[in-house]
């Protein structure tokens, strides 16, 4: 019965309502197509009405609404549009910013250079963040940190905030760099990092330098503070006044190890774009600056640094067994550490012109 029922009203709907108002039927289906489609469009504006004002903003700045740079195609990957969760970049959120890590050694001046890449405007060069031991547990919370670093979120005094046009931070090899180079090489390709390394030619200068250091961690002359930068050339007379015995047999084979480490480093991050800097040639020619400058493409300017250095002179002075090294390093290849940089008319000229420290900070070990 039910079956039938339903056949019967089917095949009358089919058959007999063509038949009587064809005319009311197109007209149902137009307004109902009408009705449709305004519906539809009205749906669509509010999406797109809700997006503008909520998401819309946040979305946008990573997704590139920013007019392309004018730059060249290799360059590409090396610039950047972070979105810091702590602050908004507001009126220099288009302005591109290049990711860079500072590699270099203990004592080797790069706490000198990184005061004075920040005192650019645009840079923000974030200190030696990896000297606290768990942030560098593993290559996960090495990552983690460096992800923090390079969206602007890591805050301190160096912290530029929305106009930084390059930001990074200072790392030592000994600071879980060498240990995990594999994946921080690929970190640094992937995420588009510039490598700039730092290193001292004078590895004997160096030596004086981290014995001078490790010896007034004990001692403290300064009013029983330990300093490892000073910004008096009082102070640094007094730091200075320590002459460290040099262990004349160890010496030929430590200068070899650093020599080994340099060249280990170079190797392992020859593929990562970056840039090789000797202090004692940014020390003698400030034009080295330029180029750092143009490596990260940011305007230039001058730069300028508090800091003084603490041994000036002749290294002679500096040595308490000056004998000994002198006899040690005479006919070889090192015998240029003797009196490397302090030749000549230029020792005068640095020792007056130029203020510089080569105390970096303390985290040897
Ligand atoms: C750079 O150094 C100069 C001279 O010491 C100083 O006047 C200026 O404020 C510094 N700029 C920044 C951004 O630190
Ligand atoms: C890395 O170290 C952190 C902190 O010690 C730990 O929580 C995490 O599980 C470690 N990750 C890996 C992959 O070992
Ligand atoms: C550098 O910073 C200034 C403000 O401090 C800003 O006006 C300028 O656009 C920045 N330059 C770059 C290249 O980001
Ligand atoms: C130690 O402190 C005294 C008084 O505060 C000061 O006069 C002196 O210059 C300080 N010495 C050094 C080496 O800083
Ligand atoms: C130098 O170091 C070697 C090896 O550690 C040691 O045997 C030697 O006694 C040291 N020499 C001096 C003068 O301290
Ligand atoms: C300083 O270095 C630049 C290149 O970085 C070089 O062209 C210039 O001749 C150097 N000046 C001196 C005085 O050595
Ligand atoms: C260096 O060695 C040469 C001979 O090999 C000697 O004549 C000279 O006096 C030595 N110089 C010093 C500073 O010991």
Known sequence: MADNLCFLSKDSFILKLPKK??????????????VCGVYICSICLRQIS????????????????????????????????????????????????????IMSMQRSGSGWFETLLNNHTNISSNGEIFSVKVRRTNVSTIFETLDKVYNLDWLNSASKNECTAAVGLKWMLNQGLMQHHKQIVEYFNT???????????????????????????????????????VHSSHEAEILASYKPVINATLLIPNIRQVEESTKKALDYFKSTRHIILYYEDVVKNRTKLDEVQEFLKVPKRELSSRQVKIHKGSLSKHIQNWKDVEKALNGTQYESYLYGDYRRGLKLQIVEEIIFDHWDYVACG
């Open 50 to 101: 809700t997006g503008s004002t909520s998401e819309f903003l946040n979305i946008g700045v990573i997704q590139k609404p920013c007019p392309e740079p004018n730059i060249e195609p290799w360059e590409i990957p090396f610039v950047h549009y972070p979105n810091p969760k702590t602050f908004s970049r507001v009126e220099c959120a288009c302005n591109p910013v290049r990711y860079f890590a």
């Open 21 to 34: 108002s064809p005319l009311v039927l197109r007209m149902v289906v137009l307004l109902f197509v009408m």
């Open 191 to 229: 995420r588009g990092v510039s490598a700039i390394f730092l290193f001292r030619r004078n590895v004997l200068r160096r030596m004086i330098s981290i014995l001078a250091n490790s010896y007034d961690r004990e001692a403290k002359p300064l009013n029983g503070t330990h300093k490892s930068h």
